[in-house]
């Protein structure tokens, strides 16, 4: 279905667009992660506009897609703005835990990337105490 509407309707089609989230949902649902990522790349390029601006629901649930997928640095890179916005919006706070809780999840995934490519812990304490 997604390949005859790609060939018949434009890339910035509403149309399209909103077959891709629905589709990138879908595929969050039943556990295809990886698929939710790709999917969700599309409807929503600027992650930074997401977390900001965006539904609060569907920000976090796009950036996790894409930091569980393989990419945590970004989705990183966006979970501050979007957990400054929680507190000002109603009964957000079980979210909140939710973003914050992930979002360490991604600090350890990000720190475990850098140990593994020797790029973390170059300088600083670490290495004043041999690790």
Do not use: C, K
């Amino acid at each position: 279905m997604l390949p005859v509407l790609e060939w018949a309707l434009t890339a910035d089609s509403p149309v399209l667009l909103d077959v891709r989230r629905r589709l990138a949902h879908d595929a969050w649902l039943v556990g295809d992660i990886a698929g939710a990522a790709l999917l969700y790349w599309r409807p929503f390029p600027d992650l930074a506009e997401l977390a900001e601006r965006g539904s609060p629901e569907v920000a976090h649930r796009v950036l996790r897609a894409i930091g569980e997928a393989g990419d945590p640095e970004a989705a990183l890179a966006h979970m501050n703005p979007l957990l400054r916005r929680l507190p000002f919006l109603p009964g957000m706070q079980d979210l909140a835990q939710e973003v914050s809780d992930t979002r360490a999840d991604f600090r350890r995934a990000v720190r475990e990337q850098r140990r593994a490519e020797g790029t973390g812990g170059a300088g600083g304490l670490s290495r004043l105490f041999g690790r």
